[in-house]
């Protein structure tokens, strides 16, 4: 596989998103859906309704997400709108929760723990997707970035308990912990191959708390934001991210570095480079 391109800039701005996405070359087609974390109720670091806008006006976009398979303020359908509509984001875009109406099956064929995945029923509506991923740490992946926005993100609320317990939805806080990292990465083989081209990757790395934007209390960010990236690969995307964390000059980086590493976060990037999702090997392309 050859070298994917990556891209960076130092600049955070809403107008960064926009001229990020343009470097890609990429003209989404169609309907195009915009996966996003609408942010627990609760949570301080989830990234804003106005700094997405732009990129998400830009593309004609429709605000995708899909209800939680945990307790909290996002786990039914009726108080996920409510949390939309809290966060401000039925404000800024047309807001479609896709599994309102259950889920549809994707195959994997080649999958080394699950063969089907369960994503939003209305997943079918959209003709490409643009993928807006808060890159930061996690309590139980290690971090989440692009590989977990379009496999946990994606999925069902019954399809998260299906990945999260490795094919076994009723072991969803059970299963053994590489193996739902993996599954993370056969979740991801589904989307891709069902988007094929029409599937692009923004990572934005601010407010990296080692904490998800699913907890509804989060630990403050140690380490200073660094930019935002974009690619057509979301294996090397989130290789990319990784390194930069990695190569900070910052001393707070050692608080997610030991999230990611305890949590054996990389796995997930293994499992996805070995199916085929993208590759790890990229060229960092700074504007």
């Known amino acids: 596989m050859e070298k994917a391109k990556v891209y960076f800039t130092k600049e955070l701005t809403p107008e960064a998103m926009v001229k990020m996405y343009e470097a890609l070359g990429v003209k989404l087609p169609g309907k195009v859906a915009v996966k996003l974390h609408s942010g627990e109720v609760g949570n301080q670091n989830f990234i804003r309704p106005a700094f997405l806008k732009p990129v998400i006006d830009h593309v004609n976009g ?14 039914t359908t009726k108080d996920h709108w409510e949390t939309m509509k809290l966060h401000g984001w039925t404000d800024i875009c047309t807001v479609d929760i ?19 995945n369960y994503v939003g029923g209305h997943l079918k509506n959209y003709d490409s997707m643009l993928v807006l991923s ?21 999925a069902s609320a019954y399809g998260k ?9 009723e072991e969803i806080w059970t299963a053994d912990h590489d193996s739902f990292l993996e599954s993370m990465a056969d979740a991801d083989k589904s989307i891709v191959d069902y988007f094929g081209d029409k599937i692009v990757y923004i990572n934005v790395m601010c407010n990296m708390s080692v904490d998800c934007d699913c907890c509804a209390v989060a630990e403050d960010p140690k380490i200073k934001d660094i930019g935002i990236l974009s690619s057509t690969d979301p294996v090397a995307l989130d290789q990319a991210c990784l390194d930069l964390v990695y190569r900070s000059d910052d001393p707070g980086k050692a608080d ?19 199916l085929g999702v993208g590759t790890r090997e990229y060229e960092l392309i700074e504007l």
């Open 62 to 75: 429709t605000i995708v997400e899909c209800n939680t398979a945990y307790e909290g303020k996002r786990n």
């Open 98 to 116: 896709m599994d309102e109406d259950g889920d549809m099956e994707l195959p994997i064929p080649n999958g080394k723990w699950l063969k089907t």
């Open 134 to 154: 808060h890159f930061k740490g996690h309590p139980m992946g290690g971090f989440g970035g692009a590989l977990k926005n379009i496999s946990i993100g994606i």
């Open 161 to 169: 308990a299906h990945i999260h317990g490795a094919g076994k939805a």
């Open 256 to 274: 997610l570095i030991e999230r990611i590493e305890s949590r054996h976060g990389i796995l997930t990037v293994e499992a996805a480079a070995a």
